[in-house]
């Protein structure tokens, strides 16, 4: 969950077949690219982050898969994020954009502050589509980002 007044950047994605695949999954699941990279770009720090505490991938994948199927909203949501929150649930595909001479995205200043250099291939895995859309619904059940809301879980485990 990003502010509407967040500080964004502008990155420049270089066309990859990983970036084609992680572009059509991002779009099966009902997002735009420039979404899907963010989120992408969000799980990989939650994993990075996770690595510091001592926790390897699968076992921090593990903790956040369960506590994103236990996540509920501590508050009433507001509608603005109660309607995220269904568009992530119950998606609407997209066409997938073209990617073929790579991608231009806006990402806010609190994730790329911590990636120096290019994003990371691994943080645009196809496979990852499915997890992240579950982290972000999760978190803004919970009205946090997904970094906040999974250091909690992480935290909280």
Request: hydrophobic residues 50%.
């Amino acid at each position: 969950m990003s502010s509407p007044a967040a500080a964004l950047e502008v990155l420049e994605l270089p066309a990859s077949p990983h970036l084609e695949s992680f572009v059509r999954a991002a779009a099966r699941a009902g997002l735009d690219a420039e979404r899907g990279v963010c989120l992408g770009l969000e799980r990989e720090l939650v994993l990075r982050d996770a690595a510091v505490f001592g926790l390897e991938a699968e076992t921090a994948r593990r903790i956040l898969r369960r506590a994103a199927v236990a996540a509920r909203p501590r508050l009433a949501v507001p509608p603005q994020l109660a309607q995220r929150v269904r568009s992530l649930q119950m998606p609407r595909p997209r066409a997938a954009i073209d990617v073929s001479e790579g991608l231009l995205v806006t990402v806010p200043d609190r994730l790329l502050a911590r990636v120096p250099g290019q994003i990371p291939a691994s943080a645009l895995r196809q496979a990852a589509v499915p997890e992240m859309v579950g982290w972000e619904i999760a978190a803004t059940l919970q009205g946090r980002t997904m970094g906040e809301w999974a250091l909690r879980a992480l935290a909280e485990r």
